[in-house]
């Protein structure tokens, strides 16, 4: 495979590697900031984030992940992952080098285990999933109030990206996909009580406002830091990319989650 294929293959891999806390690829954030391909199966890629101090155990997942998505491509026989510019770097590229796994990299820094780090984030996706595409439901029903929701079910919803999106973070969170399935459901795929409905749909607004303003402010802060990454990322629905790449934002770090 010539090496200009290699690199679209390489890059459509990165695409399926999500950011946890952003629920984005790191394809569209801007974060991928090379892919280097070399003749025999060998590819370096080189990562970048907004801030020196981003969460080390999103930052370690992000770059873990990357690295797994590559591997398990047929055609790559050695694989690279860089993270540039990280208060971590060197000690998380030392961990991706030697295949050393997170608690093998951070040691005792490492309390809660990456598989439940990154459960959480996957809940809190398919909470802002499920709140697009209900919101989206009741905009298209005036008639529809929020109290009829604990009657929908999936079957009921359009075939939007929304709704789309919704089933993909089901599905990996093994809840159910069927079209007879509610809606509306807890983190174990459960029902809530009728009375309940309006503040879980608030709660779960909640969420969605949260993880789209952090992506926002975390889209921005990298186009402040590397101004040629406004070329890498793609618009968010509704969101254009400045063509100068400077968006100037204050933001609090992410919250370092162990």
């Not at 990299?105 to 990154?118: N, P, Q, S, W, Y």
Request: aromatic residues 4%.
């Amino acid at each position: 495979m010539p090496a200009a294929p290699r690199e679209r293959s390489a890059r459509a891999a990165l695409d399926t590697v999500l950011d946890p806390e952003l629920d984005e690829p790191i394809t569209d954030l801007g974060f991928v900031r090379s892919v280097t391909v070399t003749p025999g199966g060998g590819i370096t890629v080189r990562l970048r984030l907004p801030t020196s101090f981003c969460s080390p155990n999103f930052a370690y997942l992000m770059a873990s992940d990357a690295k797994d998505a590559l591997t398990a491509l047929p055609w790559t026989r050695r694989v690279v992952v860089l993270l540039d510019d990280h208060h971590d770097s060197e000690l998380i590229n030392r961990g991706l080098a030697a295949d050393a796994g997170y608690r093998g990299t951070f040691g005792a820094e490492a309390e809660k285990d990456l598989e439940a780090l990154r459960l959480t984030f996957r809940r809190k996706a398919h909470t802002a999933a499920m709140e697009r595409a209900l919101t989206g439901l009741l905009r298209a029903n005036p008639d529809l109030t929020e109290e009829d929701l604990h009657g929908v079910v999936l079957g009921d919803l359009p075939g939007t990206a929304a709704t789309h999106a919704l089933l993909r973070r089901r599905a990996a969170l093994g809840l159910g996909v069927a079209p007879t399935d509610p809606a509306l459901v807890d983190e174990d795929g459960r029902r809530f009580p009728p009375g309940e409905v309006p503040l879980r749909l608030r709660f779960a607004r909640a969420v969605r406002v949260s993880i789209d303003g952090n992506a926002h402010f975390c889209r921005g802060l990298l186009r402040t830091r590397y101004p040629e990454s406004a070329a890498d990322q793609s618009p968010r629905a509704g969101e254009p990319v400045p063509a100068g790449g400077l968006l100037p934002v204050t933001v609090a770090p992410k919250e370092t989650v162990q």
